[in-house]
């Protein structure tokens, strides 16, 4: 098993920046791919970012392509999701999950952590 712990959240403006982190322990490999997701009561669950553990390769989704950042943190085993110029269709529940390679399905989750951004 991999827990998760997001950190990072909270409230912030349009236009502001937030910086969420997400703590990988247990037995983690470096075949794993960590992402984040993002959901809002009501509506479906969101694909976020990803990277590419092994050798750092990232993807976003076009919503927050040229805003977010995903990176990690190989000896602290943590991935980070910098987040600029927010909007408030950015609120959300944000969730980091594992995948390994070859296999479609994140197992893990966090715990989620809430981001609001006003107007």
């Known amino acids: 098993q991999v827990q998760l712990v997001e950190s990072g959240g909270g409230l912030v403006q349009a236009g502001g920046s937030l910086r969420l982190s997400c703590a990988a322990s247990?037995?983690?490999?470096?075949?794993?791919?960590m992402g984040w997701f993002r959901q809002t009561p009501g509506k479906e669950r969101e694909f976020v970012a990803a990277?590419?553990?092994?050798?750092?390769?990232?993807e976003y989704a076009d919503s927050v392509k040229g805003r977010f950042t995903i990176s990690r943190d190989n000896a602290k085993n943590t991935v980070y999701l910098q987040m600029n110029n927010l909007k408030p269709e950015d609120t959300a529940v944000y969730y980091c999950?594992?995948?390994?390679?070859?296999?479609?399905?994140?197992?893990?989750w966090g715990q989620g952590t809430q981001v609001t951004v006003s107007s």
């Open positions: 990277i590419f553990w092994s050798v750092g390769r990232t």
């Open positions: 247990g037995r983690f490999f470096s075949n794993y791919v």
């Open positions: 999950a594992v995948r390994k390679l070859g296999n479609n399905e994140y197992h893990y």
